[in-house]
Nanobody, 118 residues
Framework: QVQLVESGGGLVQPGGSLRLSCVANGRIVSIYRTGWYRQAPGKQRELVAAITSSTNYADSVKGRFTISRDNAKRMVYLQMNSLKPEDTAVYYC??????????????WGQGIQVTVSS
């Protein structure tokens, strides 16, 4: 069974930084695309950043957030700098992958809270 497990969230002051991590546990054949999404109260879930052989970012985080991954460790990271109150949300790790027992599909982590407040 494949699970995505996030860590690194919490409370930070405006202008501060946080680094989110996500590990893909389980028996996995291939990981194609990984990304971070977020959902603020009363809003739809939105893409923050994604990585394949290239990266793409939401306009609202360009220049402040950086997505990276370590394929050997099955980790994906989101470095968040210059955080703003509007970045407050539950952040979700997402992966498009093929498990050893099953077919290729999307997986989601359980979500982790990021709160930017003074």
């Amino acid at each position: 069974q494949v699970q995505l497990v996030e860590s690194g969230g919490g409370l930070v002051q405006p202008g501060g930084s946080l680094r989110l991590s996500c590990v893909a546990n389980g028996r996995i054949v291939s990981i194609y695309r990984t990304g971070w999404y977020r959902q603020a109260p009363g809003k739809q879930r939105e893409l923050v950043a994604a990585i394949t052989s290239s990266t793409n970012y939401a306009d609202s985080v360009k220049g402040r957030f950086t997505i990276s991954r370590d394929n050997a460790k099955r980790m994906v990271y989101l470095q968040m700098n210059s955080l703003k109150p509007e970045d407050t949300a539950v952040y979700y790790c997402n992966a498009d992958l093929t498990p050893s027992a099953g077919t290729r599909r999307n997986y989601w982590g359980q979500g982790i809270q990021v709160t930017v407040s003074s």
